[in-house]
Every structure is written in C-alpha cells, then in structure tokens.
C-alpha cells in the first residue's frame, strides 16, 4: 500500500511539474486571451512603503467544496441574471452604449461580476463580463475620458477601475493598462476645474488602489503626484475619527437633511457606505505618505466605529446613517460588502491577523444573513434583532419602509447593484504572499491556489475544510519541486489552544492572534493540519445582554419563517425567481437565555449535521446549539421590530423549554441580542 501511495505521489508531481513548465512557457497570443498563466503576485515599487502581505492575481485562488457551492448559488441567482431583466443594467445602460442609467449601476454590477465569472471559470459569465469591460475598452475618448457621455460624475468611473484591473489580472489583456494611463492622465489635467465632489470626495481611497495598481506595474511617477492630489481634495476621515464625530445614533436634524437636501456634507460623513469603503483609506494613504501615523489611524478609525456602532455580526449599524449599537438598527448590504473589501486591503497592508478575524465575522455572518438562501433576494438593511421583514416604517435613521423586505429592489437600487463582490472577492484575499517569497493563509475556506514563488517556482496548495462550521483545516502542498519558502497560519484571536502537524508531526509556539510560520523545504504532498478548537464563547452586548458565539460564527435564536410574496407596491420581473418578500414568524421570538458564566459550552448542546446545498439557511444550518430559556412576555413589537431589549439579568415565570440556535447568517429571521436570565 505505502509503495502505491508512493508511486501515486510521484506521479502527481510529476503532472504538476509539467504543468507548471506547460504554463510558464505560454505566450499570451492577442488581447483578450484568457488561457491560464501562473503568475506571482505584484510588489510595491519605491517609494511606496511596503506590504505586510501582498494580493494574489485574482485567478489564483479557486473555491471548492461548500464554498465553490456557495458561488455556484450567487451565479443561479440574481448575480448571473440580473442584466437579463433589470432596466438599470439592460441593453440599453450608458455602460453599453445605450442610453438609459449612466452612473453607478453598471460599474458596481462588474465589480461582483468580474470576480464571480473567473473564480468559476464560468464561460456564461466571462462572456457576459466581457461584453460590459469590452465597451469601455473600445469606447474610449480621445482626451482619454472613459463611460458613457452623460456622466461627468468622477465616482463611477472609480469602480469601474477596480473591476478593469481584476479583469487585467484574469485575462492579461494588453488594452488595459494603456486605457488606464490615458485616463488618469486626462483626470490629472482636469480635477482642478472639476473637482472631486458628493461620493468621489468621500470615496477618493478607492481610486487611489486602482492607482498604485497601475503604479506598481509601470512606474510611472505622475501616478504618485495624481494620488497626492486625490488626496488632497478628499474627505479628511483621519481627522473626521481623532475623535470620532458621531458617537451615537445620528438624526435627520443633526444630518442637515430637510427636503430637497439628501446629500448635506456631514450626511455624508456619517452614511455607512461611505465609512465602510473609508475604514481603508488611512492604510492606503500609508503606503504614499510612509507616515506611521496614518497606519495606526486605521487601526483607530475602526475601534472608534466599533466601539460606538459595532453590532454582533460584526459590521456596524447604518440605516442609512450611523445608528448606535442597539440590535434593531439595520445595516444596509452596501456597507456589508464594501468593509469586506475594506478589510481586505488592510490586511494586505497591516498584516494584522485581527482584521481577518473581523473579516470572517462579516462574511460568515452579515453576508449570507441579508440574502434568501438561493440569492434571488436580498434586504437593504439587516437587523441582529430581526423578527419581521414587512413594508412597514421602522426606527431606521433615514431609511424608508421598504428596507428590510427581501426583494429585488428593495428601498434603493444601489445594493442591487454593488452585492456581488462580497463573496468572490472573500475567495480571492483567501490567500496572499508574504515579502519573503511565501504564501499565507489569511482566511480560512475551501479552496485551492495555485501562484509562482520568488524563485520562480510554481507551488499549488489545496485546502480541504468544513470552516466555519468545523474546525479541521487541511492543506496539501505540492510545488513544483522541493523547495523552502515560509507558510504563514492565521491563527484566530478565539482559537485557544489551536495546534498545527506537518505530515503527523506536531509543532510548538502555536498561539491565538497571531500568523505562525512555518518555514521548511516542502516537498511534493506535504500534509499540514491545523485544529481550531471551537468552543461556545459568550460576550456582553447592547443592554448587558448576552451574545452566543462559537469559531467565527455568531448564533442567533431558530423562528419559524413565513415567506409571503407581496402582489402590489414592488417591481416584480416576469419570468424569473425575482420577487420581493415579507417574512413573518411563525413561532415565539422573545426568548431570555439562561447561561452558565463560568463554563458557557456547559449550557449548550452542540449538534453538527451535514453541509448540504444551502448552509445559510434554517433548514440547512450545518450547525445547531441547544439551549435553555424563557419567553419574557413583556417584550413584544414595537414600531415593527423586536421592543426595547430588557436590560439584563432579567426574571421570567415562564416555563423552561429547549431553544434551537442556528448561525447567524442561516437564519433569516432571528434574536441574536438575548436578555440574560436569571432564576
């Protein structure tokens, strides 16, 4: 058996060895060729300071498993046809040359789109991603102005950057990088008579990546100046959060909004779109400025969010603006995808295995909770405490009735838009290098990368794992040849007594919080295991209530669920899933907890069940926990959402029964803010 296992590995060397020089030795024909190329990832120039950790092209990184399931969802649904029957991204959008929506729509639908067609290799896709980068890359202007001729407005043609660089990096088309200095040369001559305003001011980090992208590949010096200049007409968040303006749930008033004034200048300082796209900017400022300040800045700015808006999914409240930390305030799905992308460029830079946590606390948790389970629906705004989506006002800063309805359209069309990059772009920070030539693993899924180390050599390493739902991480690394480069391990700031082997042999100086490297000659079929021991952990939270988590999973109380189509009052397409939603509960929700404090995985029963095609759903959680309360009959609805939360510990007559707790992004409707109580 051991020689056949043997003669199997050599063999699989050998096919990878040949692949590796296969791709090395290939030519990329024509512009638009998209044959696979092994390619490292791209460094910083000087006088750019360093990354702690650097980006992957994005083909890279491939999900598999229930992750790759889990695209393959996003890609059936409102993702992979969406352009087929929504006006705002139809035959006749600005995007394409037509002459309907000419401003945001069209960028933020390719930013997802990119990303989604080459992480799955999906030919339908591609070819739809295609179509909409192909306009812009033959409609260029003369002056090297880019989009459709109605818009004038900077901030769209920013997101439409991002998506031309990821599409450069899936496809090494050569029209790329000339169309980008064309433009930012056009830009530079003209933000002196037409500044950055409205969201381009307060978005401006955004732009800045796509320069130094571009910077980094061509060392075009003027890039730099270009960057200072952005900077110099954007929002000042650095100063916006030494301290913090808005330290609690902000009104109409103290916004300035009144009719005909959506968009005051303070509005915009407090939107949650805008705060979550700046959570990088100072990081990304960093690497121009070489100022450390400005990386401890970042680190600030999210602590100050966090401290005064931070809910148990682990994104902060906007319903449309800053709202506080109570559990009813939404979130809006804007704000979801855009911290994830946020984040992702900060661990890039800071190399702070905290933020990854963070990460995965809003991908596992906030992403999948504000999307019916096949993705044809999502919500605007999400609620911790969520126990009725209905088209009913709310106690949302600035957000209309419709918020947290699941449909296609729901309140504003933005998210419809902008939703699509929150999980193909997890797949691709999955993974990074390291400045010594290695690979780290940032976040932890299934999924398998293969890249070119600094010595040139081609290395592939498959992850086989369950996480978040299971703890047992499995990687295979298999380069080229024998070689020796470091592998860093996140290893998760809740993961006590984590423990890590390398082909059976157990390591030491493994600690939570921390990347734990591992630095050796690999050889082909090297097997690395790591453990996270998940235990139930319990945090105090808004009311000195308490909050169920286990791994980086949030937990939140199982209600029955009653989908209702709504017939009138919404667009609802014809010929597809689309439709828009109220769910109502059908079982008690207004359950007090009874935990034990001093050892809390006593008062929960953990049951693993199977990883079906829907884990974020009730009926598919692939993880439960039982627990002990009582129904607390004082607390009812209140303006449409769960009341006030009682403050803890509370006192209830009620009898003891078994609750069922799911996570956090499996259940639609859900308390996740529980009363304490007490007997």
């Known amino acids: 058996m051991s020689k056949l296992v043997t003669t199997s590995r050599l063999v699989t060397i050998g096919i990878l060895q040949a692949l590796f020089s296969l791709m090395a030795c290939i030519a990329w024909a024509g512009p638009r060729d998209t044959r696979p190329v092994l390619r490292a990832s791209v460094k910083n120039r000087a006088p750019l300071q360093p990354n702690a950790l650097y980006p992957l092209p994005l083909t890279a990184i491939k999900p598999t498993g229930w992750l790759r399931r889990q695209l393959q969802i996003q890609a059936d649904g409102l993702s992979g046809h969406l352009d087929e029957f929504w006006p705002d991204l139809g035959v006749n959008s600005g995007w394409l040359g037509g002459t309907g929506e000419s401003w945001e729509r069209g960028p933020y639908f390719l930013d997802g789109l990119v990303p989604l067609a080459y992480s799955l290799d999906d030919p339908a896709l591609i070819s739809k991603a295609n179509k909409w980068v192909g306009w812009t890359l033959s409609h260029q202007k003369p002056d090297g102005s880019i989009g459709p001729e109605r818009n004038k407005d900077w901030w769209p043609n920013i997101v439409m950057l991002k998506a031309l660089t990821q599409y450069q990096e899936s496809t090494l088309d050569r029209r790329v990088i000339p169309l980008m200095q064309r433009y930012f040369r056009y830009q530079a001559d003209h933000l002196s008579e037409r500044p950055l305003q409205e969201w381009a001011k307060f978005r401006w980090a955004d732009e800045v990546v796509s320069v130094l992208w571009l910077y980094n590949r061509t060392g075009d010096a003027s890039l730099l100046e270009l960057a200072r200049l952005l900077q110099h007409q954007g929002h000042d968040w650095k100063g916006q959060f030494a301290p913090l ?252 007594q984590a423990t890590v082997t390398v082909n059976g042999q157990r390591l030491e100086g493994v600690e939570a919080a921390q990347f734990y490297s591992i630095r050796r000659k690999w050889q082909g079929g090297d097997r690395v295991a790591l453990t996270l021991p998940m235990r139930v952990r319990l945090t105090h939270g808004y009311g000195n209530s308490v909050i169920v988590e286990r791994g980086p999973l949030v937990f939140s109380l199982r209600i029955g669920e009653d989908w209702r189509k709504i017939e009138k009052g919404m667009s609802r397409p014809a010929r597809t899933p689309a439709a828009d939603w109220e769910v109502h509960a059908t079982t008690p929700w207004n359950y007090g907890l009874i935990v034990d404090r001093t050892d809390p995985t006593r008062a929960f029963e953990v049951v693993e069940k199977p990883i079906g095609d829907f884990p974020f759903s009730p009926a598919g959680a692939p993880v439960e926990l039982h627990a002990k309360g009582r129904l607390i009959q004082e607390w009812k609805l209140a303006n449409n959402s769960a009341g006030p939360l009682p403050k803890s510990p509370v006192t209830s007559g009620e009898r003891l029964e078994t609750i069922t707790l799911i996570p956090y992004g499996s259940a639609k409707l859900r308390i996740t803010t529980f009363p304490e109580l007490v007997d």
């Open 245 to 496: 303006t808005f330290t609690s749930k902000t009104t109409k008033e103290e916004l300035g909004l009144r009719p005909g004034v959506s968009n005051s200048e303070i509005a915009l300082s407090a939107h949650g779109v805008n705060n979550a796209m700046a959570l990088k900017t100072s990081a990304v400022w960093s690497l121009v400025s070489g100022d450390a300040s400005d990386r401890e800045a970042a680190r600030h700015q999210l602590a100050e969010i966090e401290k005064y808006h931070l809910l148990p999914s682990g994104i902060f409240s906007c319903d449309e603006h800053l709202a506080g930390r109570d559990p009813v305030q939404g979130t809006e799905l804007c704000s979801v995808v855009e911290a994830q992308f946020s984040l992702e460029q900060m661990i890039a830079i800071l190399g702070d295995p905290s933020l990854a946590d963070r990460l995965e606390k809003i991908a596992f948790n906030a992403l999948p909770a504000t999307f019916s389970p096949d993705m044809w629906a999502h919500q605007y705004d999400q609620q911790p405490n969520q126990v009725l989506c209905s088209l009913r006002d709310r106690d949302w800063t600035t957000n209309g009735p419709e918020s947290n309805i699941f449909g296609l359209e729901p309140n504003f069309g933005c998210c419809t838009a902008n939703m699509h990059q929150g999980w193909p772009k997890l797949v691709a920070s999955l993974w990074m290098a390291t400045p010594d030539d290695g690979l780290a693993a940032v976040a932890y899924s299934p999924s398998d990368v293969s890249t070119v180390l600094g010595n040139g050599l081609g290395v592939n390493i498959r992850e086989e794992t369950t996480y978040p739902f299971r703890g047992e991480i499995r990687l295979t690394v298999n380069p080229a040849a024998p070689t020796e480069f470091p592998l860093l391990l996140r290893i998760p700031g809740w993961a006590e």
